[in-house]
């Protein structure tokens, strides 16, 4: 198997969930910053363009970052990251629906179209006037899922899963582009903080975030 890893917050997530796995896996870096991941051989294996990446050991590719850790928690059921039982994945997979849906495709596109603009407007289509929308949906919805976690320390009750990963791998990102978690949102601080102690959050940063000044 080899991980095309690179600089970001997806990336950063799945070395987040191999941390927590406690799985180690050959890795290839890219560089995104200079688009390395938008031609030639990357764009034959991963038509999307972007990371992370997983080549399985006959040739095939697997991308999309939740995809990758589905694949990796059938081969290396423990420690569960997505659930135990089929209603444990379930759930799992139905908050992490709601926080993709609502919060991290919002905040990462309201990046994209706006302080990301010229990084990825030779990449996707992009549209700078929908960016302060696609903010304040972002920062509507975590005062929604705010409301939901009181009482938590978990986004699922009870179990630090990938849901848990992609919100933190988002907000701490967000936080250093200008997307703060809103200074009402007294739950989800105090799961960021929860979250941000765990050894694997520090330790998935990649060493570029020092000079790039963002955390992915
Ligand atoms: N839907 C994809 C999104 C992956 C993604 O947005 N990757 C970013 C890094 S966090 C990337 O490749 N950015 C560079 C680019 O799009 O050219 C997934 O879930 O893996």
Redesign the pocket.
């Known amino acids: 198997m080899l991980l095309f890893n690179?600089f970001?917050?997806?990336?950063r997530a799945t070395r987040m969930f191999l941390l927590e796995k406690g799985l180690t896996i050959p890795q290839r870096e890219m560089d995104?910053q200079h688009?390395e991941?938008?031609q030639g051989d990357y764009l034959m294996a991963n038509p999307?363009?972007?990371?992370?990446a997983l080549q399985l050991d006959d040739g095939r590719v697997i991308?999309?970052?939740?995809a990758i850790w589905e694949y990796l928690e059938e081969k290396h059921p423990k420690p569960a990251l997505i659930g135990t039982s089929p209603e444990e994945r379930a759930e799992t997979r139905m908050w992490q629906r709601r926080v993709e849906l609502n919060i991290t495709e919002n905040l990462?596109a309201g990046f994209r179209f706006g302080e990301g603009v010229e990084m990825?407007k030779s990449?996707?289509m992009v549209r700078p006037e929908a960016s302060p929308g696609l903010k304040a949906i972002a920062q509507d919805r975590m005062a929604w899922l705010d409301k939901l976690i009181a009482g938590r320390d978990f986004i699922v009750p009870n179990r630090f899963t990938i849901a848990d990963i992609i919100l933190y791998c988002a907000t701490d990102f967000g936080a250093t582009v200008g997307q703060t978690i809103p200074a009402s949102c007294g739950n989800l601080s105090a799961w960021f903080k929860r979250i941000d102690s765990r050894p694997s959050a520090k330790a998935s940063l990649h060493p570029a975030w020092e000079t790039i000044k963002v955390k992915?």
């Not at 970001?8 to 990336?11: S, T």
């Not at 991308?63 to 939740?66: C, L, R, Y």
Request: proline letters at 13%; charged letters at 15%.
């Open positions: 690179s970001g917050p997806n990336p995104i688009a991941n938008r999307a363009g972007q990371l992370p991308a999309e970052t939740v990462y990825f990449r996707i992915g």
